[in-house]
C-alpha cells in the first residue's frame, strides 16, 4: 500500500470502528434491559402460533363450510406478513428513545462530547434500533415457515418479496422515528407523533395482503423500490436536520403563533420595482404599479430559480406520464369504433359531462375551480410526502392525454390536430400553470429533506409556503383563469369546426 493511500484507509477505519463502539454500546443497553426483550421474543416465538391456528381454524371452519377450499393457501403469505410486521414494530419504540430518551436520562450530553461526527452518531443509532427488530423477524419467519406444512409454503420468489418488504418497512420506520426522536423533547411527545409512523405502515402492509391475495406478486417489487427511495429521502433528512446544539438547547416544543405570522410576513413581501426608478419618486399614481412590476418582473423570476430543481423534477415526471399512457396505451388498445370523432356535436359535450361526473362543469367556474381544487390538493399531498405526490397528480391527466392520443392515431385520425383541437387552445396556458404550481407544491416537501444553505427546516419551509402564495395567486390563478375561459367558449368551437358533422 502507498503511503499516499495508507492516511486514507486509517480514517476510514477508525470511522468505521467508531461507530461499531456507538453500534455495540446501545446493544449492550438494549439486552440489559427485559422490558424491550421479552416484547421481542414473546412476539418472535408466540406469533407465529396464533397466526397458525387463525389459519387452520379458518381452513376447517370457514372455508370448508361456505365450499372455499383453497383460499387458505392464498392467506399464508398474509400471514407471513405479519408475522414478520408486528416483531419489526417493535422497532419503533426502540427508535423513538434514541436521542430524546438518552435526554431524559441525562446521558445525552456526555454522548454528544464525543468526537462522535452526527452522522457518526445518527447512522450508529438507527443500526442499533434495526438490528434487534430485523433478527427476530427473520426468525419469526423462520419458525413459521417450519411450523408449516409442506404443501402449505410459499415459493421461494414470495418468501423472498415478505423478507425484503420486512426489511424495507423496518428501515423506513426506524429513519422516521429517529427523526422524530432527535426533533422532540420528551418521550411521550415522541410516543404521540409515532402513529403517524405507525398507521401508514400498517395501512401499506393492508394494501400489501390485497396484493397477495389478488397474485399480483410482480406489483410487490414496486413497492419495495418505493420503499427503498422513502428510507434514503428519511435519512438523509435525518442527517440535514440533526443539530447537537439544537438537541441539548430545545427545553419545550411550543407552537408561537405570533413569530410564525412574523415570519411569513417576512418571506411575503418583495421588492416593489418600476425600471430601475425608486417607487418615491414615481407619481403617486404608478407607485401601485411598482408592486405588480416588482411582482412580475423581480420576485417571480427569483421564485423559479429557487425551484429551478423541483421544475427539473416535474418536466422529468411529465416525461414518465407520457411514457406510461403509451404504454397503457398498447397494453389496452380500444376499438376504432369506440373514437367516432367525426360524430362529435354540441350534444356529444354535455352527454359526456352527464355521463362521467368525475369530470367538471363545462362552465368557466366549474372548470376553474375543478383546477384549483386539484393544485391546492398537490400542495398538501406534496408537503406531506415530501413533494412526491404532488408531480404524480399532475401525471394522471398528462398520461391520460398521452394514452388518448395514441388511440387516435390508431383509430385513423391525425393525433397532432387533435392535440391542436382539443388540448392546445387552453392546454397552452393550463399546462404551464400547472407546471409551476405543481413545482413549488414539490418545493413544500422537499424543503424537509434539503432545505436551503443557511436555513433551518422551519425558515425554508415558510419561504417555499411564501413562494408557492406568491406563485399561486400572482401566477398560476390568472393562467388558469383564462385558460378555463378559452376551454368553454373556443376549445368547443374549434372541435366542431374540425370535426363536427
Not at 430545545?250 to 412574523?262: G, M
Amino acid at each position: 500500500m502507498s503511503e499516499v493511500g495508507r492516511p486514507y484507509e486509517f480514517r476510514r477505519s477508525l470511522w468505521i470502528r467508531q461507530i461499531w463502539h456507538l453500534l455495540w454500546r446501545e446493544l449492550r443497553d438494549y439486552l440489559r434491559d427485559w422490558r424491550i426483550l421479552f416484547p421481542i421474543f414473546a412476539l418472535t416465538l408466540l406469533f407465529p402460533f396464533v397466526m397458525r391456528f387463525i389459519t387452520g381454524y379458518l381452513e376447517s371452519s370457514f372455508y370448508e363450510r361456505w365450499g372455499a377450499e383453497g383460499v387458505t393457501t392464498r392467506l399464508l403469505p398474509l400471514m407471513l406478513l405479519l408475522v414478520g410486521f408486528v416483531p419489526v414494530s417493535i422497532s419503533l419504540v426502540i427508535a423513538l428513545e434514541t436521542f430524546v430518551g438518552e435526554k431524559e436520562r441525562m446521558s445525552l450530553e456526555p454522548l454528544l462530547a464525543t468526537p462522535l461526527s452526527n452522522l457518526q452518531l445518527y447512522m450508529g443509532k438507527m443500526m442499533a434500533a434495526l438490528l434487534l427488530p430485523l433478527m427476530a423477524a427473520t426468525v419469526g419467519i423462520a419458525f413459521y415457515m417450519t411450523i408449516l406444512p409442506i404443501q402449505a409454503r410459499p415459493n421461494a420468489s414470495t418468501l423472498l418479496q415478505i423478507m425484503l418488504l420486512t426489511f424495507g418497512k423496518a428501515l423506513v420506520m426506524v429513519s422516521g422515528a429517529v427523526i422524530v426522536s432527535s426533533q422532540t423533547t420528551s418521550v411521550r411527545a415522541a410516543n404521540l407523533l409515532a402513529s403517524f409512523i405507525l398507521v401508514p405502515m400498517a395501512l401499506l402492509v393492508q394494501q400489501e395482503s390485497f396484493i397477495l391475495l389478488e397474485g399480483g406478486n410482480r406489483l410487490l417489487w414496486y413497492i419495495l423500490l418505493f420503499l427503498l427511495v422513502a428510507n434514503v429521502m428519511l435519512v438523509r433528512m435525518g442527517i440535514r436536520l440533526f443539530n447537537r446544539e439544537e438537541l441539548l438547547g430545545r427545553e419545550i416544543d411550543e407552537l408561537n403563533l405570533r413569530n410564525i405570522w412574523r415570519m411569513f410576513r417576512k418571506y411575503f413581501v418583495w421588492e416593489r420595482w418600476f425600471f430601475g426608478q425608486p417607487p418615491e419618486r414615481l407619481p403617486r399614481s404608478l407607485r401601485w404599479v411598482s408592486t405588480w412590476t416588482g411582482l412580475y418582473l423581480r420576485e417571480i423570476p427569483r421564485i423559479l430559480g429557487r425551484s429551478r430543481l423541483a421544475l427539473a423534477l416535474v418536466l422529468v415526471s411529465l416525461l414518465g406520464a407520457i411514457w406510461v399512457g403509451g404504454a397503457l396505451a398498447i397494453r389496452f388498445r380500444l376499438p376504432s369504433e369506440y373514437i367516432p370523432l367525426n360524430q362529435v356535436t354540441e350534444e356529444t359535450f354535455r352527454q359526456a359531462s352527464a355521463a362521467l361526473p368525475w369530470l367538471p362543469a363545462l362552465t368557466v367556474w366549474g372548470i376553474l375551480g375543478n383546477n384549483l381544487r386539484s393544485l391546492t390538493l398537490a400542495a398538501i399531498l406534496g408537503t406531506c410526502s415530501f413533494g412526491a405526490l404532488a408531480a404524480i397528480l399532475l401525471m394522471i391527466p398528462i398520461a391520460i392525454i398521452a394514452y388518448l392520443t395514441f388511440q387516435v392515431a390508431w383509430a385513423g385520425y391525425d393525433p397532432l390536430v387533435f392535440l391542436l383541437t382539443f388540448i392546445f387552445p387552453h392546454g397552452v396556458l393550463e399546462l404551464p400553470a400547472a407546471i409551476f404550481a405543481t413545482a413549488l407544491a414539490v418545493r413544500l416537501g422537499a424543503t424537509f429533506i434539503a432545505p436551503p444553505r443557511g436555513m433551518n427546516v422551519g425558515e425554508g419551509w415558510m419561504q417555499a409556503l411564501t413562494d408557492f402564495v406568491k406563485g399561486f395567486l400572482g401566477v398560476a390563478v390568472p393562467l388558469l383563469a383564462l385558460a378555463a375561459a378559452v376551454e368553454v367558449f373556443l376549445t368547443p368551437a374549434l372541435v366542431l369546426a374540425v370535426y363536427g358533422k
